[in-house]
C-alpha cells in the first residue's frame, strides 16, 4: 500500500506563492507517476500536472504551465508543487495522486490540502 500526506496550504494574498508538498510512504517503490489536481467548490475536479519517477519527465495543464511547477525528492519522497503569482482562481482543496505500477490511472488519492487565494 502508499498513503500520501498533502501539505503547504494555506491562506494568501493574490500575487503571492505557495509551495505544496506530497510525501509518500509505504510501498513507494510501487509508484510510478506522481500527480496534483484541485477541485474548487462546485467545479470538477481539475488537472495540474504530473511527474514520473524515472526519469522525471513532466506534463502541465495548459492552464497552469506558466505558474505552476511541479518537482521531486526521491530521498524524501516528496513531490512538490511550487505556485507562483496566484489568483483568487485558484482557490480550491488540492490533492496528490500516484499511479501505481501496473495501475491504469491514477488510484492512490490524498485527502487534500486547502489553497485559499484573497484578492
Known amino acids: 500500500q502508499v498513503q500520501l500526506v498533502e501539505g503547504g496550504g494555506g491562506l494568501v494574498q493574490a500575487g503571492d506563492s505557495l509551495r505544496l508538498s506530497c510525501v509518500a510512504s509505504?510501498?513507494?517503490?510501487?509508484?510510478?507517476?506522481t500527480g496534483w489536481f484541485r477541485q474548487a467548490p462546485g467545479k470538477e475536479r481539475e488537472f495540474l500536472a504530473r511527474?514520473?519517477?524515472?526519469?522525471?519527465?513532466?506534463v502541465y495543464a495548459d492552464s497552469v504551465k506558466d505558474r505552476f511547477t511541479i518537482s521531486r525528492d526521491n530521498r524524501k519522497n516528496a513531490v512538490y508543487l511550487q505556485m507562483n503569482n496566484l489568483e483568487p482562481e485558484d482557490t480550491a482543496v488540492y490533492y496528490c495522486?500516484?499511479?501505481?505500477?501496473?495501475?491504469?490511472?491514477?488510484?492512490?488519492w490524498g485527502r487534500g490540502t486547502q489553497v485559499t487565494v484573497s484578492s
Open positions: 495522486a500516484v499511479q501505481r505500477v501496473g495501475a491504469a490511472e491514477f488510484d492512490v
Open positions: 509505504g510501498r513507494t517503490v510501487t509508484i510510478q507517476t
Open positions: 511527474i514520473r519517477s524515472h526519469p522525471s519527465s513532466t
